[in-house]
C-alpha cells in the first residue's frame, strides 16, 4: 500500500530531523522539506487518478466544465497553501504561513464568485423571478 510507503517517509524525515536537530538545525529543515517534496511527488499521482475520476463524472452529469474548473482550482489553492503553510510553521515562521493562509481564503472566494452566481440564476429560476 503506498499510504504505508508516504507513512514511512514522513516517519524517517521526522526522526532524521529530531536527530540532525541537536547538530546542525539548518539541516533538519532541510531533511523535513526533503520529504514533503517526496510527498507531494507521491500526491500527484493521485491527483491524476481524480482528475480522470472527475471527467467521467463530468460525462455522465451535464453541468458546465467551467464549473468543474473552478472546484478544481479551488481544491488546488487549499492544497498547496496548506503545504505551503506548513512548511512555514515547520520552519518557525508561523506569521507567515499565516498570511498564505488568509491570501489562499480570500483567492478561493475570489475563484468561487461565478458558482454564487450561478447558484443565485438557479434559484431565481425556480422562483420563477
Do not use: N
Amino acid at each position: 500500500m503506498d499510504i504505508i510507503k508516504i507513512a514511512m517517509i514522513g516517519l524517517a524525515g521526522v526522526v532524521l530531523a529530531l536527530m540532525l536537530r541537536q547538530q546542525k538545525s539548518e539541516y533538519a529543515l532541510y531533511i523535513s522539506l526533503a520529504a514533503a517534496i517526496l510527498i507531494l511527488v507521491f500526491s500527484v499521482d493521485r491527483l491524476t487518478a481524480v482528475m480522470e475520476t472527475i471527467r467521467k463524472i463530468e460525462e455522465y452529469i451535464q453541468i458546465d466544465s467551467a464549473l468543474i474548473k473552478i472546484l478544481i482550482k479551488m481544491i488546488g489553492i487549499t492544497y498547496v497553501a496548506e503545504f505551503a503553510t506548513g512548511i512555514c510553521r515547520d520552519a518557525g515562521f508561523g506569521t507567515l504561513g499565516s498570511q498564505i493562509e488568509m491570501f489562499a481564503k480570500l483567492s478561493v472566494m475570489a475563484v468561487s464568485v461565478p458558482i454564487l452566481l450561478t447558484l443565485i440564476e438557479t434559484v431565481e429560476g425556480l422562483l420563477g423571478g
